[in-house]
């Protein structure tokens, strides 16, 4: 089992590591309506109040990275951040977003309670040391093309501008052209590093740029992958949901749907290892 890092507390009742439960992050890729936006959180507050497990609501106001120039993006900054802050005071949920630019930090951080630094972004100084600078849990998610043991560069930036609630999110690493792969070791040496260390269950099965200008996927591994990642000691889950992915603006073949979330949310607590009186095994020599 992974070692258990120190306590990140995100809201009341909102914790990664330290002992907490296993918690989650869940909700659409993009903000693509307020509706959508409004209705999946409420759906997900009743899962997590259902189940009794912490979770953050996410949603991104900028889908930056786009395969095609004529992809949608989402509501942008202010609408998006006017979104989400409904979502909060609706839902009493914590609330998290991507921030792609070093300027979008200090305004993401008066709604949001967790600032997320994009995989393609995880080495930009100047993106990492604006995040760390507004106070706010950070979580970085490990680039596709960076070792494990490299992420540790991305935890001091924030951390040497006053931020010290980081988390790290492996999401799968590039495997050649068009696919990626996980590499469970990886959250060994991610939490070598002192951080909480989540798993993206979604992002991990895609196939980028298989999908005709768009990044394709196989959200039929999300379970499989799942368990082996909450069986080896994962703090969170983060996982993208929609109401009907096949309709989503973005990670169509990733998302998971509403109406399943319940029971892979339910399956990831009944697995946590670390609730368990486990052996701990000393490492092979």
């Not at 869940?26 to 409004?38: I, T």
């Not at 995989?119 to 993106?127: G, K, N, S, V």
Request: charge should be negative; glycine fraction near 10%; charged fraction near 20%.
């Amino acid at each position: 089992m992974i070692p258990r890092p120190p306590r990140v507390d995100v809201a009341p009742g909102v914790a990664f590591g330290g002992g907490a439960p296993l918690a989650f992050i869940a909700g659409p890729c993009s903000l693509e309506s307020a509706d959508l936006a409004l209705a999946t959180a409420r759906a997900l507050g009743r899962i997590a109040g259902d189940l009794g497990v912490p979770l953050v609501f996410k949603g991104s106001f900028d889908k930056a990275n786009r395969a095609s120039p004529g992809a949608p993006r989402g509501l942008g900054l202010r609408a998006g951040l006017d979104v989400l802050r409904a979502v909060k005071e609706e839902t009493g949920l914590p609330v998290l977003t991507d921030v792609h630019e070093p300027a979008q930090a200090d305004a993401a951080a008066e709604v949001c309670d967790v600032l997320q630094v994009p995989a393609f972004l995880c080495r930009q100084t100047d993106l990492l040391t604006a995040c760390g600078a507004t106070g706010r849990v950070v979580n970085v998610k490990k680039g596709q093309f960076v070792a494990p043991e490299d992420m540790i560069g991305a935890v001091e930036k924030v951390r040497a501008a006053g931020g010290e609630r980081v988390l790290l999110t492996e999401r799968g690493t590039c495997f050649g052209y068009r696919d990626l792969v996980v590499d469970f070791r990886a959250l060994d040496v991610l939490a070598a590093l002192g951080c909480p260390v989540l798993f993206d269950a979604t992002h991990s099965v895609q196939r980028p740029g298989t999908a005709g200008g768009a990044s394709g996927g196989d959200r039929r591994f999300v379970p499989l992958l799942l368990r082996a990642a909450v069986a080896a000691g994962i703090d969170g889950v983060f996982m993208e949901v929609h109401p009907d992915p096949s309709r989503a603006h973005s990670d169509a073949a990733t998302q998971v749907p509403l109406d399943r979330a319940a029971e892979l949310i339910s399956l990831a607590s009944a697995l946590d290892v670390r609730t368990r009186d486990l052996p701990v095994l000393a490492p092979l020599a």
